[in-house]
């Protein structure tokens, strides 16, 4: 799960800028390359369990894990690598998952608030370095806005992008096309079984805003 869906799953237990935050972090300090920065006993920290509890349930959930199956066998059909494959079969379901479960105003009403409120809810980080980068991100994506449809071909280009730094995952950029008829031909179904994951990592949660 990306972390726009970690800001999703944040808001059914607290949807409070902190926690939503927290939700995300780890997935932000990943995109920085850098570890999750250490928070005390607080909303941030609470919201960085619920993250690694989410993984957890997320990636063994049978709907999610039947998307990517079918993501695979696409993929190798249209002709990608075997590690590009496995990347973009992870990685791109996410992405298309993200944009259904991004349909609600209020949903994306707290991610944003969650991004801008990087600026002083990371004050408490130890490492404040990383904190600033983190909080520079954060305002990059808050002012991106939540993506809604995108072109398929900017889908391929967002995941060519991302696995670039991954020579046994990456692909190049002539093999883009074939990345984006699979988000074309794909993202219909996601959509579609979008409530069934939901459901699946709904029932999977304890409730973690306790954690």
């Given at each position: 799960?990306?972390?726009?869906?970690?800001?999703?799953?944040?808001?059914w237990f607290d949807p409070s800028p902190?926690?939503v935050l927290g939700a995300m972090l780890?997935?932000?300090?990943?995109?920085?390359?850098?570890?999750?920065?250490?928070?005390?006993?607080?909303?941030?920290?609470?919201?960085?369990?619920?993250?690694?509890?989410?993984?957890?349930?997320?990636?063994?959930?049978?709907?999610?894990?039947?998307?990517?199956?079918?993501?695979?066998?696409?993929?190798?059909?249209?002709?990608?690598?075997?590690?590009?494959?496995?990347?973009?079969?992870?990685?791109?379901?996410?992405?298309?998952?993200?944009?259904?479960?991004?349909?609600?105003?209020?949903?994306?009403?707290?991610?944003?608030?969650?991004?801008?409120?990087?600026?002083?809810?990371?004050?408490?980080?130890?490492?404040?370095?990383?904190?600033?980068?983190?909080?520079?991100?954060?305002?990059?994506?808050?002012?991106?806005?939540?993506?809604?449809?995108?072109?398929?071909?900017?889908?391929?280009?967002?995941?060519?992008?991302?696995?670039?730094?991954?020579?046994?995952?990456?692909?190049?950029?002539?093999?883009?096309?074939?990345?984006?008829?699979?988000?074309?031909?794909?993202?219909?179904?996601?959509?579609?079984?979008?409530?069934?994951?939901?459901?699946?990592?709904?029932?999977?949660?304890?409730?973690?805003?306790?954690?």
């Amino acid at each position: 799960m990306n972390f726009f869906g970690h800001a999703v799953v944040a808001c059914w237990f607290d949807p409070s800028p902190e926690f939503v935050l927290g939700a995300m972090l780890p997935d932000l300090s990943a995109m920085l390359r850098i570890r999750t920065p250490r928070a005390g006993e607080s909303l941030l920290a609470r919201g960085i369990a619920l993250h690694h509890a989410t993984d957890a349930a997320f990636h063994t959930a049978p709907a999610f894990i039947g998307m990517q199956d079918r993501a695979r066998v696409t993929l190798a059909e249209l002709g990608l690598g075997r590690g590009a494959v496995r990347a973009v079969a992870h990685i791109g379901t996410e992405i298309l998952l993200d944009e259904s479960l991004g349909l609600d105003p209020a949903v994306e009403r707290a991610y944003l608030a969650a991004l801008y409120a990087s600026d002083t809810a990371l004050a408490e980080l130890e490492a404040q370095v990383e904190a600033n980068r983190i909080q520079r991100l954060a305002r990059d994506l808050a002012a991106r806005g939540v993506a809604r449809n995108s072109e398929p071909g900017l889908v391929a280009r967002r995941l060519r992008r991302a696995l670039e730094t991954h020579p046994r995952l990456s692909f190049g950029e002539q093999e883009e096309p074939q990345v984006a008829a699979w988000v074309a031909r794909s993202r219909p179904q996601i959509a579609a079984e979008a409530d069934a994951v939901v459901a699946q990592l709904r029932s999977r949660l304890a409730s973690p805003a306790k954690a």
